[in-house]
């Protein structure tokens, strides 16, 4: 079957940095997006992995690794705008979205 | 950009009424577009895949004599939820894809917000 395992919330303190982890099972596998969700809005885009590495992008990178079956986020910086939910999203063989149900990241001042 | 609207973004219907939710790509032609669903602290469900011209696939369990959906055109879909009952309230969430260029990314709408009562 199919699989996304992330935690399901983490805190984190404003100005520090935090990964969020995800380990995914998939038929196939076409790249890994992460997305970010703000409570009651639609989900956003933040980067797409698709070959083993790091890709940095601001104060946001993402990294894969294939063979593990493993991507993180990794969120520099943090602002309290950054309290939102992040849904890792592996691409299938059918070029489908597996969407998993997110970990939650709480930001203190 | 690659910008998708949707239209309402909220709703308040009776039960046993239809509600018309419609999804469109403002600045590219969506090939493909999809259909999601999210209760309150859940993940999102596929609804339904659709493509311009065709039939939508439904995933299991989504009954699609209840979730009609339309795809007519390369910039719109349509989301009906016919004969609504309060375990319909949800968020409705519209995204679409252009599969030229790659990697498939989908654009998501800003969502619909659907009440029964």
């Known amino acids: 079957g199919q699989n996304i395992d992330q935690p399901t919330e983490m805190t984190a303190t404003e100005g520090a940095i935090v990964q969020i982890n995800c380990t995914y099972q998939?038929?196939?596998?076409?790249?890994l997006f992460w997305y970010q969700q703000h409570a009651g809005e639609a989900p956003t885009f933040l980067s797409y992995?698709?070959l083993d590495g790091l890709e940095e992008k601001g104060r946001f990178s993402s990294f894969l690794s294939r063979s593990k079956g493993y991507s993180y986020l990794l969120l520099k910086e943090l602002q309290m705008k950054d309290s939102a939910s992040y849904l890792c999203?592996?691409?299938?063989?059918?070029?489908?979205?597996?969407w998993g149900a997110g970990t939650k990241l709480i930001i203190k001042p | 950009g690659a910008v998708v609207s949707q239209h309402p973004s909220w709703v308040i219907c009776k039960s046993g009424t239809s509600v018309k939710i419609e999804c469109r790509s403002l600045?590219?032609?969506?090939?493909?577009m999809f259909w999601y669903r999210q209760f309150p602290k859940q993940s999102l469900m596929l609804m339904a895949t659709?493509?311009?011209?065709?039939?939508?696939?439904?995933e299991q369990g989504v009954e699609k004599d209840k979730f009609l959906i339309n795809h007519a055109s390369l910039t719109l879909s349509t989301l009906t939820v016919t004969s609504a009952h309060p375990e319909d309230s949800s968020f409705y969430i519209c995204?679409?894809?252009?599969?030229?260029?790659?990697?498939?990314?989908?654009?998501f709408g800003p969502g619909t917000r659907l009440t029964v009562t």
């Open positions: 995204s679409a894809s252009r599969l030229a260029g790659g990697p498939y990314e989908q654009y």
């Open positions: 600045d590219f032609q969506a090939t493909t």
């Open positions: 659709s493509n311009e011209g065709s039939k939508a696939t439904y």
């Open positions: 998939t038929s196939g596998f076409n790249g």
């Open positions: 992995n698709v």
């Open positions: 999203a592996p691409l299938d063989s059918n070029y489908q979205l597996i």
